[in-house]
């Protein structure tokens, strides 16, 4: 007897695709290493919407004057600093340097994905350092960025007098910063130090 039955939906059959692509995706992250595993490369359905719409939030780092808003920061964190009562110049320098170092490693490498429904998740498994300038490196803006932390080490130790204790807690901090950018870590993730991926697979907890 031959069955008559229609295929289901396009919907339907696009969300059977997802789905084993995702679990295609977890199960690759299993087999690596627990502490640390490679970015899967994007689905055929997330590449057409990168390359729908223009990525805004990566885009803006090329802007013009958007390079001046990190040695504003920086200047308006000293001044902070300096200003509450008994924070010795040395102090105030290595929090300078720590809140910097913080704070950039959470907007360029911890936080995933748009902050705004630009793109339909597409870009929801790369972080902004991953997305900037399309994932190539060594541009103008990736150099700008790599070289901020290293100047502002080398000013903080400098202004800390080479003391020990000031400078392994600016060199830790500034390495935290500077290792994600390197090329070979590039989609690499420390799972102790990423949120966890959408659709993870709890399974082996």
């Known amino acids: 007897m031959v069955s008559n039955a229609a295929p289901p939906p396009l919907v339907v059959q696009n969300a059977e695709k997802k789905i084993i692509e995702d679990k295609e995706r977890n199960r ?12 899967p490369p994007e689905s055929l359905e997330q590449q057409s919407d990168q390359a729908t719409m223009p990525n805004l939030n990566a885009q803006w780092v090329n802007a013009k004057g958007a390079w001046m808003i990190h040695p504003v920061l920086i200047i308006l964190a000293k001044i902070l600093f300096d200003i509450v009562p008994g924070v010795s110049q040395e102090t105030s320098w290595t929090l300078t340097n720590t809140s910097y170092m913080a704070g950039s490693y959470l907007m360029f ?3 995933r994905g748009v902050p705004f429904e630009f793109n339909a998740g597409a870009y929801d498994n790369l972080n902004m350092w991953e997305q900037i300038d399309n994932g190539d490196q060594y541009t103008p803006a990736k150099k700008f960025l790599l070289a901020v932390p290293i100047c502002l080490f080398l000013i903080s130790t400098h202004y800390t007098h080479y003391d ?31 949120p966890e991926p959408e659709g993870h697979d709890d399974s082996r907890r």
Not at 175 to 181: D, R, Y
């Open 28 to 39: 690759r992250r299993r087999r690596s290493s627990s502490l640390m595993y490679q970015e």
């Open 109 to 111: 490498h911890y936080v």
């Open 164 to 194: 020990l204790a000031y400078f392994m807690v600016n060199f830790l901090a500034t390495v935290a910063v500077v290792v994600p950018k390197l090329p070979a870590l590039h989609r690499m993730r420390f799972a102790f130090f990423n």
